[in-house]
């Protein structure tokens, strides 16, 4: 089979999985529920998943739940994720060392996971990242959904992500905006 006949499996793989996300809005399920579907979803460690929701002009992380108390990031910050929340713009990055972005966040450290990988991964630098607003049917950004990959450097973080990679996560987006933890002030 070629490659590109391997790419397709691998996108109708992570559409399926996508498509769970889609079940489960009725459901009402937990942000950390949600979050490791995602990552089963697009193929990356759930260390490497970071959801944050829209409170009072700022974002907060609501998963990883480590990073929930760990303040906010105001829109008109340097984060990559408040300019994808203020610009409403996804970004995909397979050189993510050489944005300029706010690595305090990396340097928390996560809760083991229930893989062993992503206890060795978690203190890892970013080196890929796809950042997608998560906007309301109205046109109201609600926050932001980013998938990483992290590494030593980015060729020991895994393949690069691919344009199918960020449409899977723009339609993740679209679900996650019906979610109800996603609403300002809604439990976590």
């Known amino acids: ?53 829209l409170e009072k002009g700022s974002l907060r992380f609501i998963y990883p739940p480590e ?8 829109l008109n910050g340097s984060a990559v994720a408040a300019r994808t929340a203020a610009t409403r713009t996804p970004l995909l990055s397979n050189a993510f060392t050489r944005v300029k972005h706010v690595s305090l966040f990396e340097a928390v450290k996560l809760g083991c996971g229930d893989e062993e990988d992503d206890r060795g991964q978690e203190q890892m630098p970013i080196q890929k990242i796809m950042s997608v607003p998560v906007v309301r049917s ?3 950004v609600m926050g932001v959904v980013q998938i990483s990959r992290k590494g030593l450097d980015a060729s020991l973080a895994g393949s690069d992500f691919t344009g199918e990679d960020l449409k899977q996560l723009e339609r993740a987006a679209e ?12 439990e976590i």
Do not use: T
């Open 1 to 53: 089979m070629s490659s590109s006949g391997n790419q397709g499996l691998g996108a109708k793989a992570a559409k399926a999985s996508v498509s769970d996300l889609e079940r489960m809005v009725s459901e009402s399920p937990s942000s950390d529920r949600v979050c490791l579907k995602l990552a089963q979803a697009l193929h990356v460690r759930r260390s490497e998943v970071a959801l944050l929701r």
């Open 67 to 74: 990073l929930r108390s760990a303040g906010v990031l105001p």
């Open 138 to 140: 109205g046109g109201n």
């Open 175 to 186: 679900i996650l905006a019906r979610m109800p933890f996603m609403q300002e002030g809604a």
